[in-house]
């Protein structure tokens, strides 16, 4: 028993030594959702991604999900807390939003997809402490499903557009008339 209670007390000793040191190095706290986090952005999945979509997630991470969680345990995390960070950003408050006083209920739902993958793939690791994903059931609570999009330029819009066109230089008039004559996106182009 002295032996366990010495072993265990080592233990407890290295844990606080570890979270010491990653307190005066800046790193994120062993267990904490930042952590889990920035595990998240370094799987291999991560890296096969488009550098703009990475780019994407780890901006939103960086300015959304890692100043409201950042050193909570990832396992301390409950769906109360996912819900009001959720529907914070769709209503359009918090400090860390680009345009503050807009509502933005597709931000606060892509952000809640987003922590949810990072949960997710918590679980598939076996991420300390982390039993389940809080993210679970609080989307459609917070963000009304999307509707479809099928939106077209009318005859008289492209018309439209093609005049317009003409008073422009050279390359951008063949560059904006090609992205309508073959319907390309303009990065895709």
């Known amino acids: 028993a002295a032996r366990e209670l010495a072993s265990s007390n080592r233990q407890r000793e290295r844990a606080e030594q570890a979270v010491r040191i990653a307190v ?6 062993p267990g904490s959702f930042a952590a889990l986090a920035r595990l998240y952005l370094r799987d291999p999945a991560r890296a096969a991604q488009r550098a703009e979509s990475r780019r994407a997630f780890v901006s939103r991470i960086e300015r959304e999900l890692i100043p409201a969680w950042g050193e909570r ?10 819900y009001a960070l959720g529907s914070a950003i769709a209503a359009g408050e918090g400090k860390a939003r680009k345009r503050a006083g807009r509502p933005a209920p597709v931000a606060a739902a892509n952000i809640v ?9 918590g679980l598939d690791v076996g991420f ?10 609080v989307l459609r609570r917070i963000a009304p499903p999307r509707s479809k999009r099928d939106r077209w330029l009318s005859p008289g819009e492209i ?4 005049t317009a066109t ?9 560059f904006a008339r090609l992205l309508l004559l073959t319907a390309l996106r303009r990065d895709e182009l």
Do not use: Y
Request: glycine share 6%; charged share 20%; net charge positive.
């Open 24 to 29: 005066a190095k800046g790193a994120a706290l």
């Open 73 to 82: 345990p990832a396992g301390a995390i409950t769906r109360a807390d996912v």
């Open 113 to 121: 997809k987003l922590a949810s993958a990072i949960f997710n793939f």
């Open 128 to 137: 300390p402490d982390l039993i389940g994903n809080p993210c679970a059931r």
């Open 159 to 162: 018309r439209a557009l093609w």
């Open 166 to 174: 003409e008073a422009e230089l050279p390359v951008l008039r063949v």
